[in-house]
């Protein structure tokens, strides 16, 4: 691993010289031609600021503890890994903990992080207001992800409920009244399943018969809509709150002689690898995630200084695609 040694050697500066550019400490002091030869060189050698040494020598640890859901939802996990990047940028490392969707588990996270000196906590969690107060440490920076904002602490919103209206007023610009809802169970996409009411209800299309509850194994929305080919038959579009759901919902469609998009639209949720790989490929709704970690981080940076930013809302956006079009029935 190249040194800082390593880099005055080949610049013909000295070591203290080379560390005050790579620290940004020498833009009065060091000409913008040395400072353009270290940095040049340092990028040459891949070189890569030891870490432990740094936080000894400033007292800090530049670590950042973050709690959430790792694996089970690819919308979560997209949302860790959009951490890593913007963090790195910044000189921060990141520290992981599975909190499993669970307060219990989101407690011991906590705790552990803390522990371990984070310089800051970022939680993605759907803890309630009590929960959350009780848990959130008072003397590190603390950020949320979340679905709706709360008073806790900064939050970053991803509104899934706006995503799911605005899927529904899509649907209905391009003709379409019967918007069935793919209910998995109550818990699953709740916030969505309230925007599709919402949404439904301003648009005088509400009828609780368009959203039944369905609950089963991997797969069994496709069964789902063989078993109920009558009321499948009498929408004219389908939304899903997530794509694997309307891929499935798709299938099932086919097995009971109706076309999509022909005969029925079929959205999904989440814009994942899902809407790519149906036939045909989905129309969905897609949260900019990529922008959760570079948001994420200028928010902490901020609270690490001292500042507390105000709540960042991420709106959604409609993808088109082939899966949905213009009502063509009654």
């Given at each position: 691993m190249p040194t800082l040694k390593d880099i005055a050697a080949q610049t013909g500066y000295h070591v203290t010289t080379v560390s005050r550019v790579l620290t940004d400490k020498g833009d009065r002091?060091?000409?913008?031609?040395?400072?353009?030869?270290?940095?040049?060189?340092?990028?040459?050698?891949?070189?890569?600021?030891?870490?432990?040494?740094?936080?000894?020598?400033?007292?800090?640890?530049?670590?950042?503890?973050?709690?959430?859901?790792?694996?089970?939802?690819?919308?979560?996990?997209?949302?860790?890994?959009?951490?890593v990047g913007p963090f790195e940028k910044h000189g921060y490392g990141l520290l992981f903990q599975d909190s499993y969707n669970l307060f219990a588990a989101e407690k011991r996270a906590v705790r552990e992080l803390v522990t371990k000196g984070v310089e800051g906590l970022i939680l993605q969690s759907y803890a309630g207001e009590a929960e959350l107060a009780e848990m959130l440490p008072a003397n590190i920076p603390c950020?949320?992800?979340?679905?709706?904002?709360?008073?806790?602490?900064?939050?970053?919103?991803?509104?899934?409920?706006?995503?799911?209206?605005?899927a529904v007023r899509r649907l209905a610009e391009m003709g379409h009244r019967r918007i069935a809802w793919l209910r998995i169970g109550r818990v699953t996409g709740a916030q969505r399943y309230e925007g599709y009411c919402r949404a439904m209800e301003a648009l005088g299309l509400r009828d609780d018969a368009l959203a039944p509850e369905m609950t089963g194994e991997r797969g069994f929305v496709r069964q789902y809509v063989i078993e109920r080919a009558d009321f499948f038959r009498s929408v004219t579009a389908i939304l899903a709150p997530g794509d694997r759901w309307a891929g499935e919902a798709v299938?099932?469609?086919?097995?009971?002689?109706?076309?999509?998009?022909?005969?029925?639209?079929?959205?999904?949720?989440?814009?994942?690898?899902?809407?790519?790989?149906?036939?045909?490929?989905?129309?969905?709704?897609?949260?900019?995630?990529?922008?959760?970690?570079?948001?994420?981080?200028?928010?902490?940076?901020?609270?690490?200084?001292?500042?507390?930013?105000?709540?960042?809302?991420?709106?959604?956006q409609f993808v088109e695609r082939a899966s949905a079009g213009p009502c063509r029935r009654a």
């Amino acid at each position: 691993m190249p040194t800082l040694k390593d880099i005055a050697a080949q610049t013909g500066y000295h070591v203290t010289t080379v560390s005050r550019v790579l620290t940004d400490k020498g833009d009065r002091v060091i000409s913008p031609a040395a400072r353009e030869r270290i940095l040049a060189v340092a990028q040459d050698l891949d070189y890569q600021p030891h870490f432990l040494a740094r936080s000894l020598r400033r007292r800090r640890t530049f670590l950042i503890g973050v709690a959430g859901s790792l694996f089970g939802s690819e919308t979560r996990a997209m949302q860790m890994r959009s951490l890593v990047g913007p963090f790195e940028k910044h000189g921060y490392g990141l520290l992981f903990q599975d909190s499993y969707n669970l307060f219990a588990a989101e407690k011991r996270a906590v705790r552990e992080l803390v522990t371990k000196g984070v310089e800051g906590l970022i939680l993605q969690s759907y803890a309630g207001e009590a929960e959350l107060a009780e848990m959130l440490p008072a003397n590190i920076p603390c950020l949320l992800l979340v679905e709706r904002p709360v008073k806790a602490a900064p939050c970053v919103v991803m509104d899934y409920a706006a995503g799911a209206a605005l899927a529904v007023r899509r649907l209905a610009e391009m003709g379409h009244r019967r918007i069935a809802w793919l209910r998995i169970g109550r818990v699953t996409g709740a916030q969505r399943y309230e925007g599709y009411c919402r949404a439904m209800e301003a648009l005088g299309l509400r009828d609780d018969a368009l959203a039944p509850e369905m609950t089963g194994e991997r797969g069994f929305v496709r069964q789902y809509v063989i078993e109920r080919a009558d009321f499948f038959r009498s929408v004219t579009a389908i939304l899903a709150p997530g794509d694997r759901w309307a891929g499935e919902a798709v299938g099932g469609l086919r097995c009971i002689g109706l076309r999509v998009p022909e005969d029925v639209s079929v959205v999904g949720y989440d814009d994942s690898e899902f809407a790519f790989a149906a036939d045909p490929p989905l129309a969905s709704i897609r949260h900019p995630h990529e922008e959760v970690g570079q948001t994420a981080t200028a928010m902490m940076l901020a609270l690490i200084e001292g500042r507390r930013p105000g709540h960042a809302v991420l709106a959604p956006q409609f993808v088109e695609r082939a899966s949905a079009g213009p009502c063509r029935r009654a």
